[in-house]
């Protein structure tokens, strides 16, 4: 039987998991360009470490796939955050609480603003719930204004929008 989007994100047993980055690791090139060298200590977090950070982006504010990650290295003490997995997570959480609304659910996740939490340099998330169009209309519907960079869509100005 295929797994909802709220069973994708229970979190996994093994995490939080702090690990020494290897040139091997899908997120290295990522995190290499975030100053994270070789050897230095990262996290692989759990849903739950991404949920609060994501729940508290109020309206007129945006956080990135970058701050989200900054928040879980600083709570774990560590230099980075793994950006691949971190990144799955956002997109299953922004499923999840859809998948609730549509089931008429009223949990805490219909309370999290998932469309404020964007991928790095203020890009839209394709794989959000409604593919790009509906994250761009529920950006809009906050008063932020989006452009077409080739098949990307950006928040303008993204930077003096983050939390």
């Known amino acids: 039987m295929k797994k909802s989007w709220v069973q994708k994100i ?4 093994n995490f939080p998991k702090v690990l020494n980055l290897e040139k091997n690791f899908p997120c ?3 995190l290499n360009k975030m100053g994270i060298r070789e050897g230095e200590p990262i996290v ?6 991404i949920i609060p950070i994501m729940s508290k982006v109020p309206k007129g504010k945006i956080t990135t796939i970058k701050e989200v990650c900054q928040n879980i290295a600083k ?3 560590v230099k980075g955050c793994c950006s691949l997995t971190t990144g799955i997570f ?4 922004a499923n999840a609480v859809e ?5 008429g659910n009223n949990s805490e996740l219909n309370k999290i603003p998932y469309w404020r939490t964007l991928k790095v340099n203020g890009f839209l998330n394709e794989k959000y719930p409604g593919g790009l169009e ?3 209309e529920l950006l809009q519907k906050e008063g932020f ?14 930077e003096k929008y983050i939390l």
């Open 28 to 30: 290295f090139k990522t």
């Open 44 to 49: 692989l977090a759990n849903p739950s470490d």
């Open 145 to 158: 204004t989006i452009i077409q960079r080739g098949k990307k869509y950006q928040v303008v100005n993204f």
């Open 99 to 103: 998948e609730e609304i549509a089931l």
């Open 134 to 136: 509906r994250h761009s």
């Open 10 to 13: 229970k979190d996994n047993e």
């Open 90 to 93: 956002i997109m299953a959480i």
């Open 75 to 77: 709570k774990y003490g």
